[in-house]
Each structure stands twice: as structure tokens, then as C-alpha cells.
């Protein structure tokens, strides 16, 4: 990553005039579609946020949750396979 991070922002607080916003106008969550190594999921809850200050609006990211699934050996190795279904009737008639 070339872009320097610096130390975690408040997502509440408007990057252009510093003002801290009570709460987001709006959430949403983002659940990441791929579990990670361990089975677990992150759910991002995003906000959007607006500042009462100045008027600008911004989008950053509330919270981050890792969900532990159960078992999650268990469930990747059951692969939705493909099913297929022979009609009995259609069988005894090629005999
Ligand atoms: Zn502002």
C-alpha cells in the first residue's frame, strides 16, 4: 500500500471542519461474501454521516464485526453439488 495511514480516524467527526457528529444519518451493512481462513465472517456496518457544521456529507466505516460461524470445517467441505435426477418411469421404458 503506497498510501500512509495514519491512526484511526472517528468515523463521527467531519474531515473537513473537525465538527463531531452525534450519529449517522444512515447505516447499512456489508457482510464480506468469503469467510476467512478460521470460517469467520466481517460485517462492516457503514454509515453515511452528515456534518450539521458545514454540510458536508461523508461515508466511513462505523464498526467491523467478526462473526464466528460454527464449524465451519465441516460446512466447506459440503460443496452444493450438482444434482441430478433420473426418472424411474423413463428407465423401464428403455429396457
Ligand atoms: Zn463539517
Known sequence: MLMARKKKQDPF?????????KEPVKTWTL??????????VTITIMGLFKCPNCGYTWRAVVKKIKNEVGEPEE?????????IEIDLSELKDLE
Do not use: A, N, Q
Open 13 to 21: 467527526i467531519c474531515p473537513r471542519c473537525g465538527t463531531r457528529v
Open 75 to 83: 460446512e466447506s467441505e459440503r460443496e452444493p453439488g450438482e444434482i
Open 31 to 40: 457482510v464480506s461474501p468469503l469467510p476467512d481462513k478460521k470460517g469467520r
